[in-house]
C-alpha cells in the first residue's frame, strides 16, 4: 500500500533515525526506545523486501541495545526493560523471517560466545521461531 511505498522511499533516513533512537536509553521510562521499536517492527512489515540488505546494521543495533539494556545499572525498572528486550526481540524474528532465516544463522555465532542468560534468552526466542 502507500504507506508501504513512503517507508521504502524515506528508508535509508528512517533508518538512521531508528539506529539512532536504539542507541541512546532516554531514561527509566525508556519511552522513546519503546516507541522506535515499534516504529521498527512496521517498518519491517511494509519494506519487507528492502530489509535482508539491512540485516547487519539493524542486527548489529539490536543486539547492542539488548546488551545495553541487559548490562543498564541504572533506574530503569523490570519491566521497562523487559518490554525493550521483548520489542528488540520481535524485531529480530521479524528481520528473520522476511530473510528466510538469515537472522538465525548469524545469531549462532553470537550465542555460542555468549554467556548472559538474558541476552541468550533473547536470541533463542528468535532461533526458536517458526
Given amino acids: 500500500g502507500r504507506l508501504g511505498i513512503l517507508i521504502a522511499r524515506h528508508l535509508k533516513r ?6 539512532g533512537y536504539l542507541e541512546v ?48 545499572q541504572s533506574s530503569t525498572p523490570e519491566p521497562v526493560k523487559a518490554a525493550l528486550l521483548q ?19 548469524l545469531l549462532e555465532g553470537v550465542y555460542s560466545s555468549c554467556e548472559e542468560n538474558r541476552v541468550r534468552e533473547c536470541i533463542r526466542k528468535v532461533q526458536e521461531n517458526t
Fill in 87 to 105: 520489542g528488540a526481540t520481535e524485531c529480530l524474528i521479524l528481520l528473520d523471517r522476511c530473510s528466510e532465516g538469515q537472522v538465525k544463522v
Fill in 25 to 72: 536509553s532516554d531514561g527509566p521510562e525508556e519511552e522513546a526506545r519503546l516507541g522506535i521499536l515499534e516504529t521498527l517492527q512496521c517498518t519491517i512489515e511494509h519494506a519487507w523486501p528492502r530489509m535482508p540488505c539491512r540485516l547487519p546494521v539493524l542486527l548489529k543495533a539490536l543486539l547492542k541495545m539488548i546488551w545495553d539494556v541487559h548490562t543498564d
Fill in 14 to 19: 528512517l533508518e538512521r533515525v531508528i539506529l
